[in-house]
């Protein structure tokens, strides 16, 4: 039997507001990367474990709690576009956890139910279906992530990065 080591994490402290712009920026960098490695490593473990990425089990987590959601409503649960919903769900389909009803009023319409495969599947699966980060997120009190939101709004506007990506789940980039 293999025994796992915990580690006691080291908090990284800022330097000194008087210290060297290139040292606090390094600080904040390794900061970041340590959010993305929690975030990629819970994914990873998530798709090893169950065989299925991260915002595909996420997406059929948000079915399974509400059955005959359509497309639209999902991509709104999930905050992405309705295309990349619409991708999730035919991953889902082709490998039979979910059925696509159409609507009784509108035959255009579908109505994603799971199947019984995805029940036992989602059973399996550790640690929050939407992941990590966004779990941490909803625990910070109002004024962080007020905050958050401001000087990550300045570092996106620095890096003229597209705004436009944010509706890409994590689990996918």
Request: hydrophobic fraction near 45%; proline fraction near 8%.
């Amino acid at each position: 039997m293999t025994r796992r080591v915990q580690s006691t994490p080291v908090p990284v402290s800022l330097p000194d507001p008087a210290s060297d712009p290139a040292e606090q920026a390094a600080v904040v960098l390794r900061r970041f990367r340590v959010v993305f490695n929690a975030v990629r490593t819970h994914f990873k473990q998530v798709e090893k474990q169950v065989g299925l990425g991260g915002a595909q089990v996420w997406a059929l987590s948000i079915i399974r709690d509400q059955p005959s959601i359509g497309l639209g409503a999902l991509a709104r649960s999930m905050d992405v576009h309705q295309s990349t919903a619409s991708n999730l769900v035919k991953g889902l389909l082709k490998k039979g956890l979910i059925r696509a009803d159409k609507g009784q009023v509108d035959k255009r319409q579908v109505q994603l139910m799971p199947l019984p495969g995805a029940l036992e599947l989602l059973k399996q699966v550790p640690g929050p279906f939407e992941g990590v980060l966004p779990e941490a997120l909803e625990q910070l009190p109002a004024e962080t992530l007020q905050r958050l939101d401001h000087d990550l709004a300045e570092l996106i506007a620095l890096l003229k990065a597209d705004e436009a990506s944010g509706s890409i789940p994590l689990a996918q980039l």
